[in-house]
């Protein structure tokens, strides 16, 4: 009844989190990708007053101008490197699904990192690639999630078309440092293989500065850039982002945009203008508060590393327990978290979203902790 290609697509495990918290009373939800505070005044006028101003129709698919200038000189302003080309799409979800279309042919290799984010495997599989996998678990216990450079170089094969790479990392919170990426970038050069690197989370960067993969395109031009306003501003359902690499690329991209998303909202996107006058350094402070309280609350009863980046942990299943029992007794509990195996092979570990006021993350912790102990 349905086509072939629905056999490979399954539902989000984050998704089925959202129906969950629909129907519970009093959810302590630490299971929520998407920031906890409300977008900036200035940003929500902007939109406003674009409304009120009848600036509702289509805009040019690429993107207004005023828009694509304003990303494209912040991101220059940060990384020392004007790309080439911008594509205003809604959402890095909507960038991640023009590029595979664009660059991936069916049975063509694409290697996506293990643990990964829900939208790799199921984009990947819609545009017909084949998904390999590179592995991030820790090599040993409170160890950090790091690509082995060696064994990514060992999964690559003549059909490999596209490496996917996201830092800071959802669901680990890990960050790519500048020498494993300089040498990611090397080695795709010998090959020829595309980098669609989604830096949605550059903002969330806790203990060094912001690395992106934006200066390597000065020497490489198989390489994708994509951020967004969702995480950053707090905006996640106005579906705004962008993709930076090379002319032709963004071109076939924006192509394909025509016939399916055709623009991002039009008053939205005058609202995100307004985005890059407003600082939200504040808010990485804050997070990186709350980064440190929940490694030091879980550190003694999870394995878990520190995150660098993002608003998650992904701590380790405590001893004991296997992951649907876990993730039941945490709901029990109130506490909703997201078990690991809906962002990879294995379900060894949990997903913990800090994003979420002092008050429910301390209550989360200390039930947590309280779960745990049951069978330590
Ligand atoms: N990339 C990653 C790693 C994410 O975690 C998310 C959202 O959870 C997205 C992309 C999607 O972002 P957007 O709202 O810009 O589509």
């Not at 951020?227 to 982002?241: A, D, E, M, V």
Request: proline share 6%.
């Amino acid at each position: 009844m349905f086509a072939k290609r629905m056999e490979s697509i399954g539902g989000s495990g984050v998704r089925k989190m959202f129906n969950l918290i629909a129907s519970m009373e009093n959810p302590i939800n630490l299971s929520i990708g998407q920031a906890h505070y409300d977008a900036p005044p200035a940003v929500k006028q902007a939109a406003i007053e674009a409304i009120e101003a009848g600036h509702n129709r289509y805009t040019v698919t690429e993107g207004i101008p005023e828009l694509r200038e304003a990303t494209l000189a912040s991101l220059d302003q940060h990384f020392g490197y004007l790309p080439e080309s911008i594509l205003m799409t809604t959402g890095v979800s909507g960038g991640l699904l023009l590029a595979f279309l664009a660059l991936v042919d069916v049975g063509d290799e694409v290697l996506v990192p293990d643990p990964y984010f829900v939208m790799y495997t199921n984009v990947a599989a819609i545009a017909g690639g084949q998904v390999r996998y590179y592995d991030l678990y820790p090599k040993q216990p409170g160890g950090n999630w790091r690509p082995d450079l060696a064994e990514i170089e060992a999964s690559l094969t003549d059909k490999t078309k596209v490496i996917l790479i996201n830092s800071p990392g959802n669901p680990t919170g890990s960050v790519w440092s500048a020498l494993d990426l300089d040498a990611l970038v090397d080695l795709c050069k010998t090959r020829g293989i595309w980098i669609l690197s989604d830096e949605i989370y550059s903002h969330f960067t806790y203990d060094q500065d912001y690395v992106s993969v934006i200066p390597a395109m000065r020497h490489y031009d198989r390489i994708l850039s994509m951020g967004g306003f969702s995480k950053t501003y707090g905006i996640p359902g106005w579906r705004l982002g962008w993709t930076v690499g090379p002319e032709a690329c963004l071109d076939a991209m924006q192509i394909l945009q025509q016939y399916t998303y055709v623009c991002c909202p039009t008053p939205l996107q005058e609202g995100a203008v307004a985005a890059f006058d407003v600082d939200m350094g504040g808010r990485a402070t804050e997070y990186r508060a709350k980064r440190d309280l929940v490694y030091e609350r879980l550190k003694d009863h999870f394995d878990l590393c520190p995150s660098e980046g993002s608003f998650y942990a992904f701590p380790s299943i405590p001893k004991g327990w296997e992951e649907e029992e876990f993730v039941q007794a945490c709901i029990q509990s109130r506490v909703l978290i997201v078990p690991g195996s809906a962002f990879s092979r294995r379900g060894t570990h949990f997903r913990l979203s800090f994003a979420a006021d002092d008050d429910t993350l301390e209550l989360g912790l200390n039930l947590l902790v309280e779960i745990a102990e049951q069978k330590a």
